[in-house]
């Protein structure tokens, strides 16, 4: 059973770093790419960018290119989200989903930040 | 590549049918020959789940009075006879310009 498991809810200050994961189980990590859908409260889905685990390659939507890092080590199975430096724009919930067929998706994790 | 979806919000009557709109500005027929375009719903504070793939193609545990069809640039996801657990926000996502990107639709909310 394929399964996608992200950490838990943050809360953090602007200006303060942050790296969310998505732990993966139930297929071969390293055979589909895997990304980040960004979920304002209210409003609707966006894609971020995805990482093939196989051999690090990123596809990033130019929404997102530059603001944070998609990474993923094969050796665990987990994907990750990176910010370096987090605004108060960055609060929203964060899916993680498999690529291909866009089939099997993370429970989401919250990410708020404020002053 | 832009997804549209109409309308915005689309009030329903329990029991009665729903029709949902998705267009896009480009074909999503894949040189493969197939058209990637999937229908998800998102229920309050709940992940999205895919119900309908390939334009028609119901996923596993998928009720049939949900129904998925069009061709080139315009879909529809049809609800036969709504049910209290269908009320969400629905979403459609063209798959055939990735790479580099998937596209999702802004969105139609299904509300009594």
């Known amino acids: 059973e394929v399964q996608l498991v992200q950490s838990g809810a943050e809360v953090k200050k602007p200006g303060e770093s942050l790296k969310i994961s998505c732990k993966a189980s139930?297929?071969?990590?390293?055979?589909?790419?895997i990304g980040w859908v960004r979920q304002v409260p209210g409003k609707g889905l966006e894609w971020m960018g995805l990482?093939?685990?196989?051999?690090?390659?990123?596809t990033y939507s130019p929404s997102f290119q530059g603001q944070v890092t998609i990474s993923a080590d094969k050796s665990t199975g987990i994907a990750y989200l990176q910010w370096n430096t987090l605004k108060a724009s960055d609060t929203a919930i964060y899916f993680c989903?498999?690529?291909?067929?866009?089939?099997?998706w993370g429970q989401g994790t919250l990410v708020s930040v404020s002053s | 590549f832009v997804v549209t979806q109409s309308p915005t919000s689309l009030p329903v009557t329990l029991g009665q049918p729903a029709s949902l709109s998705c267009r896009s500005n480009?074909?999503?027929?894949?040189?493969?020959?197939?058209?990637?375009l999937n229908w998800y719903q998102q229920r309050p504070g709940q992940s999205p789940r895919r119900l309908i793939y390939?334009?028609?193609n119901r996923d596993s545990g998928v009720p049939d009075r949900f129904s998925g069809s069009g061709s080139g640039t315009d879909f529809t996801l049809k609800i036969n006879r709504v049910e209290a657990e269908d009320l969400g926000v629905y979403y459609c996502?063209?798959?055939?310009?990735?790479?580099?990107?998937?596209?999702f639709g802004p969105g139609t909310k299904l509300e009594i």
């Open positions: 989903a498999r690529g291909d067929s866009v089939q099997y």
């Open positions: 139930g297929y071969t990590f390293t055979d589909y790419w």
């Open positions: 990482v093939y685990p196989g051999d690090s390659q990123t």
């Open positions: 480009e074909s999503v027929i894949h040189t493969d020959g197939n058209s990637y």
């Open positions: 390939k334009i028609s």
């Open positions: 996502m063209q798959g055939t310009h990735w790479p580099p990107m998937y596209t």
